[in-house]
C-alpha cells in the first residue's frame, strides 16, 4: 500500500498552486469525489473527475500559493485516510468575495478507495470550510 499512500498524498498535493501533478495518472475511470462540505451537485452523488478539476483551478486562482501539509495516513484495506492541513492567503475571488489579502488555513480528512489497478476510484472528504469562511468574512 504504499504506492497508492503516496498516490493518496499526490491526489492532495495537486491542490498546490504550483502543482504539475496530472490528475489523470491518480483517479480510475468513473471516479467520483465526495465533499463535505462542497457545492455538489447531489450530495450521494459527487463530483466527477472534471468537476473537481475545475473546482480546483477555481481554488489555484483565489489561493495562489496554497501550500498543503501531511499530519497523518492509516490504511484499511483497500482504503487510505489522510489528514492533511492547507494553507495560503486569498489573492483572487472566492464564492463571490473579492479578494481579500487575507492568509487563511484549514484541515481536513481524505478517504481514497483504490481499485485492483491501484487507482483512486472513489474519495470522500470532510473539511473545515467554517474556520475559512469565517477567516475570510463571510460568516461571523
Known sequence: MEDQKATSRKSIEWWNSDSQIDPDSLFAPGYINHQEP????????????????????????????????????????NRIATHWTFSGTQKGS??????????????????????????????????????LFRTLGLIE
Open 38 to 77: 462542497i457545492a455538489a451537485t447531489d450530495g450521494e452523488k459527487g463530483v466527477t473527475l472534471d468537476e473537481l478539476k475545475a473546482i480546483v483551478a477555481s481554488y489555484h486562482s483565489a489561493f495562489p500559493g496554497t501550500q498543503v501539509a501531511f499530519q497523518m495516513q492509516l490504511v484499511d484495506g
Open 94 to 131: 472566492y464564492e463571490g468575495l473579492a479578494p481579500t489579502g487575507k492568509s487563511v488555513s484549514w484541515a481536513g480528512i481524505s478517504i481514497d478507495e483504490y481499485d485492483a489497478d491501484g487507482k483512486i476510484k472513489e474519495t470522500w472528504v470532510v473539511w473545515d470550510k467554517f474556520t
